[in-house]
């Protein structure tokens, strides 16, 4: 790439989008919903109360530093969950425990590269259908790295299968409880209802990102210089060494780690753990590991400051992403986008509006990456806009699903999609050139999949 097109480093860039957020919260009039709390006690947004505020609150320039602060505050349960994951791992890693793991694994599959992205692709996209996994999945970026490497495949290709899973899992989720079951309460239809046609909708969209991943890998494998990351240092890994003996020891490495991932799954399935939790088994896994794996407590402590340590700037970028949402908060001009964008629907046909609640929704990912904040924000809009143009309410939720889910995977203000780039050495630009095929694809798959909800009377 040469130098005039080189892109800024990706620190750069959410401060560009941070200056483009505070000039829109001075171009745009003020305004908001007016809210109330639903029987669950959540604050939803009122249709048809929108109004201009007469005496907003003007930013200055210095709200561009304040709110990094305050963002970093914001998002500390995923800053300091990454920073946990990372001295974790360091330590894992410093027993030898995974290279020898990946060392067998290779040895016996190293035929099948597709197998290894199908079969991962396929598991990341079930958990984030039904269990709503997405920051629970940063800890496997090592592993996927290693292993695709080890079989010719780059970073890029790991972190797809990683993302790519996911994203489609949310995109057309089953049981998803972040996301669909909290958008369906706010339509006020049966949770979980509607699965059918999800579920047939899930062979062409996660036909489309496999082969998206596995074409990429294949170009990849046959001539590494094709590779988007080919030149950018922090995202090669370490040069092969001698793969150390799978002992005793390490296979009880092994055993703790997978004993602790089973945990995490049982306690969010059954007993409601988030980032609090999650980190708390991750500090208790570097220290059974550690132990097993004969290192001194001195080394374990170093080994696990370290881990964390290098992923410092990984941490900084997801405060940094979550500044954006807030400046346009604090100016009170979220509900105002929110507001206009929503408005026109009301003029055209019902497919076509159906088309329009993705395009709406895909925009405001960029704003609101959380899927239940987005949930809350619109559906209470989009679902009676639907009953008026002849859109039923459980295809206004899919529109949501679709552009919530798919746009996760490329929006820079998603924390959790920062931290796992980040934690791969992926600078944002060759990300998005990944993914931004895919994302034109999808979308226009979901385009037609919500005409057809419409022609079917999808309920």
Not at 5 to 12: D, G, I, M, N, Q
Not at 90 to 109: E, H, P, Q, S
Not at 394 to 411: E, K, P, R, T
Request: charged residues 10%; hydrophobic residues 55%.
């Amino acid at each position: 790439m040469s130098k005039s097109l080189r892109v800024p480093h990706t620190l750069v860039l959410m401060f560009a989008m941070m200056i483009v957020a505070l000039v829109l919260t001075w171009l745009l009039p003020a305004g908001q919903f007016d809210t109330e709390l639903n029987e669950a006690g959540r604050e939803m947004v009122v249709p048809g109360t929108f109004e201009t505020l007469d005496d907003p609150p003007v930013l200055t320039p210095w709200s561009l530093f304040t709110v990094v602060p305050r963002a970093l505050a914001d998002a500390q349960g995923i800053i300091f969950f990454v920073l946990l994951i990372g001295g974790s791992l360091a330590v894992i890693r410093r027993t030898g425990a995974i290279d020898a793991m990946l060392d067998r694994i290779i040895a016996r599959y190293s035929h099948a590269p597709g197998l290894l992205i199908f079969i991962g692709m396929a598991a990341f996209g079930v958990a984030s259908a039904t269990l709503g996994m997405a920051e629970e999945y940063i800890p496997f970026v090592a592993i996927l790295i290693a292993l695709c490497v080890a079989m010719r495949m780059d970073t890029v290709t790991a972190i797809g299968i990683m993302v790519v899973g996911y994203g489609i899992g949310y995109g057309v989720a089953l049981i998803n409880p972040f996301t669909l079951l909290i958008a369906q309460d706010v339509a006020e239809l049966q949770p979980g209802s509607g699965m059918g046609y999800r579920l047939l909708l899930w062979i062409p969209f996660f036909a489309v990102g496999f082969h998206h991943v596995w074409s990429y890998a294949r170009r990849v494998q046959a001539d590494p210089s094709k590779s988007l990351v080919a030149d950018v240092p922090a995202a090669q890994p370490p040069e092969p060494t001698e793969q150390p003996e799978l002992t005793n020891r390490r296979i009880g490495v092994l055993l703790a780690t997978f004993a602790a991932l089973v945990t995490l799954v049982i306690g969010i399935a059954l007993f409601d753990w988030y980032l609090v939790e999650l980190g708390a088994v991750f500090i208790l896994l570097a220290i059974v590991a550690g132990l097993i794996g004969g290192l001194r407590l001195d080394d374990l402590a170093n080994t696990f400051g370290k881990g964390a340590a290098e992923l410092a700037s990984t941490a900084i970028l997801i405060g940094f992403a979550r500044s954006i949402a807030l400046l346009l908060e604090d100016g009170l001009v979220l509900h105002t986008i929110v507001h206009a964008m929503a408005t026109p629907l009301a003029m055209v046909p019902a497919e076509l509006s159906a088309v329009g609640m993705l395009l709406i929704q895909s925009v405001l990912n960029l704003f609101i990456p959380s899927g239940s904040g987005q949930a809350f924000v619109t559906m209470p809009l989009m679902a009676p806009i639907g009953d008026l143009v002849g859109v039923t309410r459980q295809v206004s939720v899919l529109a949501f699903q679709f552009g919530d889910g798919f746009m996760n995977m490329i929006v820079p203000t998603n924390p959790v999609l920062m931290g796992i780039i980040g934690l791969a050495g992926i600078p944002y630009d060759r990300w998005f050139r990944f993914m931004f095929p895919l994302i034109l694809k999808l979308l226009a798959l979901g385009a037609v999949a919500l005409m057809v909800a419409v022609w079917i009377g999808y309920s």
